[in-house]
Structure formats: C-alpha cells, structure tokens
C-alpha cells in the first residue's frame, strides 16, 4: 500500500471505538505503515457520538483526519446515516445490523452483520463488538496483517482481558471467511 | 444469520497462516542484522500520542517536578507524570486549582527543579497573573497549553486556535513571551524539551501551544536518540555568595541563577525590583528591568525564532498557518501542486516573539498570502502588519469557529479563488 487508506470507526460513546482506532493503528505501526490516528468524541464518557480516524499510508500523512473514507464502520443508526455520504463511491462500508436498521445508500461492498448480538450470544458480553467488528473489517479489507492484529490486541488492552479480546478476534475473522470466495 | 446487500469485488487474499519467521538467506541476515543493530541504538517506531510526546519530552528534558489541575484535554500529560515523576525520584502534586499550580512550578523551580505544568483554556486564563510573576521574577518553568473551543469552557473535545494572541498578551503588565508551536507528535516531543531548554536559558515562563487534535492524536513516531537530545540546565553562579546578583547580566542578557540552599542570598517579588531583588520605584532601575526583559528576547531572537518554509522556492502563493492547521495547508498544497499551481508554506515552530524578518522576507516574493485558522482573526493581524506591500485583496484568510478543523478542500478551495 502507498496511497493514502482512510478509515473511519463510528458509533456511540462506551462502544470502544477509540480503543479499537488505537489498536488498528498500532498494528499499522507493527506492518511498517506510517499512520495517524484521530477522534472526536462528547465529553460523556457513555453515550453520545463517538469516532476514531484511522489514516495507513506509506507516505507522510499531513492531514490526520478521514475526510472520504476507504472504509466505514458504523454501529449506530446515526453514525451511519451521518457519515454513510462521505464513503468514496469505492470504499468499504461495514454496519452493526443490531442497531442500524435503514440504510439510505448501498455501497459496493456493504457488509451488514448483526456484531453486537453475536458478541452478546456467542462471546457472552457486547463490549467485545468493537475488536470483533474491527477484525473483520481487517479481514475483509486486508489492511492490516492478522498477525500484526493479535499482536497489538494483545499489547493495547488490559492483561485480564486479552483472552476474551483474542476470541472477539478469531470470530471476526471466521465471520469474513465465510464471505471469502 | 449473514447478509449481505451487494456482491463484493476480488480483492487480494492474505495467507491462511503468516509465514513463520524462519531462517532467512544470508545476505538478507547480515542487513536484517545490521538492522537490528541500528535499532537498538535509535528508538523504534511506535505509535505515540501527542500528550504523551509532551509528558516523555518533559522526562527527557529533566523535568522533576509538576503541579497541575488536570484538565480536557490536557489530562493525559498529568497522567503520566504522575506515575513516571515519583519512579524516577521526582515530584507530582495534584492542586486545588490552577493559580495553585502555576505558582507551585514558581516555587520549585527557585529551589533548583525543573518544573512544568499542563493545562487547557479555562486554566491558562486563570494561570495568567503567575505567568506574569514567573516572568518578573524571571523564574525558569513551562506551561503547556493544549487549547480547545472557548471562550470559557467552550467545548473540551474539539479544537481551536483561540489562545494564540493569549499565549502573548495574556497577562498585564507588558511583558515579552516565548510561545512554541509543534504540529506534529514528534515534534510535540521535540518542542517540549526546547521549551524546557528556553526556560532555563533564558530564565522565563516558555509556553507550549498545543491543538485539542494534536494533543489526543496519536501517530506512528520514531523518537531521536537519547544521546542526541540536547539538554540546557540554568546557569549557577560561581562568584562568592555576598557578589551575587539575582538579577545580573552578561552581554546576552542571561544571569546566573542561584537555588534557595545553595547559601546565596536574594529577595523575589513581584514588585518592580533591583537587581537583589529588592522592590523599588526609582525610576532609572524600573527602566533596566524592564529593558533586561524585553533585550532578553530581542538580542538573541535568532535563538529562539524556528520557522518551516515547504515548497516555497517558486511559490506565487503563500500558506502561513501554525499548528495542526498547517497540517492541512501542507495537504492542500499536494493537491493544489498536482494540479500545477505554485503555492507554498510558512509555519512557525516559534509563533511568539514573531518571526518578523523571515516571514517579512519570504512573503515578499508571493502575490498572494493565505492565513487560516481556527478562531476569529489572529495570526492574519501579524501578517497585514508584515505585508504593508500587499493591497488587502491579497492578503486573505480562512477563519473556523465551529470546533470542527480547516480541511485540505477548504484551502484548495481559497487557493482555486486567487488564481
């Protein structure tokens, strides 16, 4: 990759967001990427709007913020219908079924999937949405190396939890095969 | 269940398992190696934020002691002194407010330490009559500023360049300011350390500018070398304790600097002082302490001025912007190169005292100058001052109060509207 890769993760505030903007970026940084990583967020630290930019590219990276994006995650209803017109007619566009329910605009490559009912049903808790929806992202967009993911998971959230994150993990990236030709 | 909407174009699969990192041919393991050398003795690259850049620029410029109110979206750079300060034997107190703090790093710094203190808008205001004093009393510290929407406490999240004619003019009393601008995570890192620099060497409050952006922002960064890091501690006196000055001078107008125990003898106050520091209201010292303050800056403004010129050589166009804007101005500028318009920028790493000659210089040769930035009207009142050749049409400005940041297409736009 040289061209600069915009990629922008929305939601609400607690959805972990940031977190997961911060472990992309690191593992850009383990690829040998150059790579910037913004936010924008309410001063509640639950609820609200939510975002993290996440810019991968070979050359310097002037601009820090996504202002078209490669890819598009949205888990809320509002993220999406807020953000959805600026994905470039190309990009990648990634929503959380659970929440978003209309969808004005298809992309080309839409992915919708329910990530926070089965990070509920199949790894017990919803706060592993955000590494379960960003490692399928990396799956399907091939942004990032698998190997380059787990290792910055491992490195950017709290030791108890680095198990529970790594399954979140796995299943993304099962749940992208199966879209795999 | 798994839908989806839209058949999904081919794109280039990853290995199933990543290859094992096993043993390489040999030319490759020589260069690997040399390689491996070569990073254990640079750093490597991480991804570092830029509040943290300013918490571990302070640790490496010797910083040992820091009193704050932590503040949106200042907090983080507390956060990490206070866990990395007391690990290497220095001091981190949490104060009442930020009047407290500021005169906090006062106090420390004239017993010897190096003392810094984080803060965003709403406590800058409050810091400013200490600033004031650490500038009278010509008491080394820092404080850095990471400036978000105001007036008052505006919005703590989102951005604003509001705080630039502050950072000058903030307190009473007239008195000159060293104010540093970075619009990078490294160079946040970089900049901390000078600021730290100035301060000892000059004997001043130096202030950091920081943008609400930078400071949460976080970057893929290769910090220098820690054998490469210059560091500038404060002059000590080496004359017997009864010649001592507080306020003595050399031709650069820099004085030594005497810590409280070190069996030397002086007065610090805020009133207009001698040179012991003892107050006075003869009119003939009033003029050599304010003269001291105001030579201090100006004879060595060749030191203390830092300026980026970025594609200016055949430039008809000039982008002055400081910051994380200049940031988007450098995008606007590939864009707009791409196209074949000649456009460049002049982005000051030290925005006070102002970069009068080198802006004054380099802006002579354009047609056009475009200042943006994220607040009503500040920097464009320097560069009319230095642009008395232009007519007004030709000296334009692009102004954002919304807590949203100037992007590449606004400047693209302005840059299209001059040609």
């Known amino acids: 990759m040289t061209q600069r890769y915009e990629i922008r993760l929305s939601g609400s505030g607690g959805q972990g967001l940031i977190l997961a903007g911060i472990i992309l970026a690191r593992a850009a940084v383990l690829d040998d990427h150059k790579v910037t990583q913004t936010q924008s967020y309410g001063p509640e630290s639950r609820g609200g709007y939510s975002r993290a930019d996440v810019i991968i590219s070979d050359r310097e990276i002037y601009f820090p913020e996504a202002t078209n994006f490669n890819c598009l995650l949205a888990l809320t209803q509002e993220a999406c219908d807020k953000y959805l017109f600026d994905l470039r007619d190309t990009g990648t566009l990634i929503i959380d079924t659970t929440y978003v329910k209309n969808l004005a605009l298809a992309a080309d490559n839409t992915y919708e999937l329910p990530f926070t009912e089965i990070a509920q049903n199949d790894l017990g808790s919803a706060i592993t949405t955000n590494v379960l929806s960003l490692a399928f992202l990396v799956k399907v967009t091939d942004i990032v190396s698998d190997k380059s993911l787990e290792a910055s998971i491992a490195r950017s959230v709290k030791p108890a939890f680095i198990d529970l994150n790594l399954k979140a993990m796995r299943l993304g990236f099962k749940l992208a095969e199966s879209y795999r030709n | ?419």
């Open chain 2, 1 to 419: 269940m798994l839908k989806t909407t839209a058949s999904k174009s081919t794109k280039a699969k990853t290995p199933k398992t990543p290859t094992p990192a096993g043993p390489k041919p040999s030319a490759q393991r020589t260069k690997s190696k040399l390689n491996e050398l070569q990073r254990d003795l640079e750093r490597k690259t991480i991804i570092m934020q830029g509040n943290e850049a300013v918490a571990y620029g302070a640790l490496d410029a010797g910083v040992n002691f820091f009193a704050g109110y932590p503040i949106t979206p200042s907090t983080e750079v507390a956060e990490i002194l206070s866990a990395e300060l007391p690990k290497r034997g220095g001091t981190f107190i949490q104060m009442e407010d930020e009047i407290a703090s500021i005169c906090a790093i006062i106090g420390a710094s004239l017993t010897g330490a190096k003392s810094l203190t984080a803060t965003s808008g709403p406590g800058f205001s409050l810091m400013q009559e200490g600033i004031g004093f650490a500038k009278i009393t010509e008491t080394p510290c820092v404080v850095v500023d990471v400036q978000r929407m105001g007036p008052s406490t505006g919005m703590p999240t989102s951005p604003a360049q509001g705080d630039i004619m502050q950072a000058k003019w903030g307190s009473h009393g007239d008195s000159p300011a060293i104010v540093l601008y970075p619009d990078s995570v490294k160079e946040s890192y970089e900049l901390t350390i000078r600021a730290v620099n100035l301060a000892e060497k000059y004997r001043t409050c130096v202030i950091l500018l920081l943008d609400e952006v930078l400071g949460h922002m976080r970057e893929s960064v290769r910090l220098p070398d820690m054998a490469t890091v210059r560091v500038i501690n404060r002059i000590k006196p080496t004359v017997p304790p009864h010649w001592y000055k507080h306020y003595d001078e050399n031709q650069k107008y820099l004085s030594p600097l005497a810590s409280f125990g070190d069996g030397y003898r002086f007065h610090v106050s805020g009133l207009t002082h001698d040179v012991h520091g003892f107050p006075t209201s003869k009119s003939g010292e009033a003029a050599e302490m304010m003269e001291r303050l105001r030579k201090k800056i100006s004879y060595n403004i060749r030191d203390l001025v830092q300026i980026e010129s970025y594609e200016m050589d055949d430039a008809k166009i000039a982008i002055f912007a400081a910051g994380i804007t200049a940031r988007a101005a450098k995008e606007a500028i590939v864009m707009a190169r791409y196209e074949g318009i000649k456009v460049g920028l002049l982005r000051p790493l030290t925005i006070w005292p102002f970069p009068d000659d080198a802006v004054r210089k380099m802006l002579r040769a354009v047609d056009t100058v475009i200042v943006p930035e994220l607040n009503q009207g500040q920097l464009i009142h320097e560069i009319r001052r230095l642009t008395k050749d232009k007519s007004d049409s030709d000296v334009l400005t692009i102004q954002r109060v919304n807590g949203q940041l100037i992007t590449p297409n606004d400047i693209l736009h302005k840059i299209k509207e001059v040609i």
